[in-house]
T-cell receptor, first 115, second 108 residues
Framework: DSGVTQTPKHLITATGQRVTLRCSPR?????VYWYQQSLDQGLQFLIQYYNGEERAKGNILERFSAQQFPDLHSELNLSSLELGDSALYFC??????????????FGSGTRLTVV | EDKVVQSPLSLVVHEGDTVTLNCSYE??????LLWYKQEKKAPTFLFML????IEKKSGRLSSILDKKELFSILNITATQTGDSAVYLCVLPRGNLIFGKGTKLSVKP
């Protein structure tokens, strides 16, 4: 157990639907990062939150949004789902905004399948 | 634009073989380079490299960085089936910039 908890582990939903993925960071970590991993792409950075505030944005679609709550857990909301959104979604946490070292801990991921 | 390119993208070897995985990168204001191993689930940390020419070792795995030529290699000696995984080269830039990974398959 890495200390980063993601739920659910698997999700199957239909096109056009909306889903919410949840991430609880490791105790003491203030930053949460979301990544998308598709078969033909590497891990793509989506968005980062630090202590409740958005800190950096990557290749995140407008249909996707995220937030970090006062208890530091984060949710990634995916709406108007398309087949191409099927992927593994990882959450990672770190103590600071970007430690530049190995202080990133990954959750086990949520596998989203859009049918 | 910061980027990481890994090669080969996939590799099949037999137990006992030695493998070398390559990573080249482009980045402004280099700070460090990371290697991760990803099996079925979350990437797990292997090495952090910050200085040229200093080898990091952990058992049968080792890695070295060349900051002048902008590349790093990950070596695995006496491979085992448990080494089968995707190996990711990563640039930490606040968030993490990942290469596409090298998928290593070790056959018995």
């Amino acid at each position: 157990d890495s200390g980063v908890t993601q739920t659910p582990k698997h999700l199957i939903t239909a096109t056009g639907q909306r889903v919410t993925l949840r991430c609880s960071p490791r105790s003491g970590d203030l930053s949460v990062y979301w990544y998308q991993q598709s078969l033909d792409q590497g891990l793509q950075f989506l968005i980062q939150y630090y202590n409740g505030e958005e800190r950096a944005k990557g290749n995140i679609l407008e249909r996707f949004s995220a937030q970090q709550f006062p208890d530091l857990h984060s949710e990634l909301n995916l709406s108007s789902l398309e087949l191409g959104d099927s992927a593994l979604y990882f959450c990672a946490s770190s103590v600071a905004t970007g430690t530049g070292d190995y202080g990133y801990t990954f959750g086990s991921g949520t596998r989203l399948t859009v049918v | 634009e910061d980027k990481v390119v890994q090669s080969p993208l996939s590799l099949v070897v037999h137990e006992g073989d030695t493998v070398t995985l390559n990573c080249s990168y482009e980045v402004t204001n280099f700070r460090s380079l990371l290697w991760y191993k990803q099996e079925k689930k979350a990437p797990t940390f292997l090495f952090m490299l910050t200085s040229s020419g200093i080898e990091k070792k952990s058992g049968r795995l080792s890695s070295i960085l060349d900051k002048k030529e902008l590349f790093s290699i990950l070596n695995i000696t006496a491979t085992q089936t448990g080494d089968s995984a995707v190996y990711l080269c990563v640039l930490p830039r606040g968030n993490l910039i990942f290469g596409k990974g090298t998928k290593l398959s070790v056959k018995p």
